[in-house]
């Protein structure tokens, strides 16, 4: 059973410029998340997708958005680069319904912006 | 809001036994997940917990005290791959989605 891909794995941009990345989940799951992941803040919430709507958001300005496909692939987009933005962007998906809740996740797509 | 607090680093020795702790703060908790992630990869679960008590699976063990807010993992016959960080991570109200603590960095050493 495939995993989680996110693609691109790496990126540059420049501030001002916008993004967006992908993320396909395991067949059968169809709850995404997207999570923003730094040294200094770790592992912080971006928004959750199930069934093409945003169904839990963290906090996060609105240049952070994201939608989710009937295929239940996912893309996020962040406009407007700063250079905080810089990080490294973890997509999860999980099966709705299941005992745990177990989020699986991608390698990630690492963002850097100069 | 939530707060989850873990230690930053612990170093430990290949073989011994290391606790790493997880303290935290919330409402209308639903359950209390531990992640492994080593560099560069994505993180992988390692155990969830929604009852007080201990849960054992393999060299790795999670303990949860609700009442306490605080939980630990328990990492036995420890290897130079175990090191790695170690995420505590929360769910709570209305939502599953669980917010993350900082994460714990693990160096074993022979």
């Known amino acids: 059973k495939a995993g989680v891909t996110q693609t691109p794995r790496y990126l540059i941009k420049t501030r001002g410029q916008q993004v967006t990345l992908s993320c396909s989940p395991i067949?059968?799951?169809?709850?995404v998340s997207w999570y923003q992941q730094t040294p200094g803040q770790g592992l912080q919430f971006l928004f959750e997708y199930f069934s093409e709507t945003q169904r839990n958001k963290g906090n996060f300005p609105g240049r952070f958005s994201g939608r989710q496909f009937s295929n239940s692939r996912s893309e996020m987009n962040v406009s407007t680069l700063e250079l905080g933005d810089s990080a490294l962007y973890l997509c999860?998906?999980?099966?709705?319904?299941?005992?745990?809740?177990?989020?699986?996740f991608g390698e990630g797509s690492r963002l850097t912006v100069l | 809001g939530q707060n989850i607090d873990q230690p930053t680093e612990m170093t430990a020795t290949e073989g011994a036994i290391v606790q790493i702790n997880c303290t935290y703060q919330?409402?209308?908790?639903?359950?209390l997940f531990w992640y492994q992630q080593h560099a560069g990869e994505a993180p992988t679960f390692l155990s969830y917990?929604?009852?007080?008590g201990l849960e054992e699976k393999g060299r790795f063990s999670s303990f949860l005290s609700r009442s306490k807010g605080y939980s630990y993992l328990l990492l036995k016959e420890l290897q130079m791959k175990d090191s790695a960080s170690y995420l505590c991570a929360v769910s709570s109200g209305g939502s599953y989605i669980p917010t993350f603590g900082r994460g714990t960095s693990l160096i074993v050493h022979p």
């Open positions: 917990n929604v009852l007080d």
């Open positions: 919330t409402s209308g908790f639903n359950g």
């Open positions: 067949s059968g799951h169809r709850s």
């Open positions: 999860a998906s999980t099966l709705v319904g299941g005992n745990t809740g177990e989020l699986f």
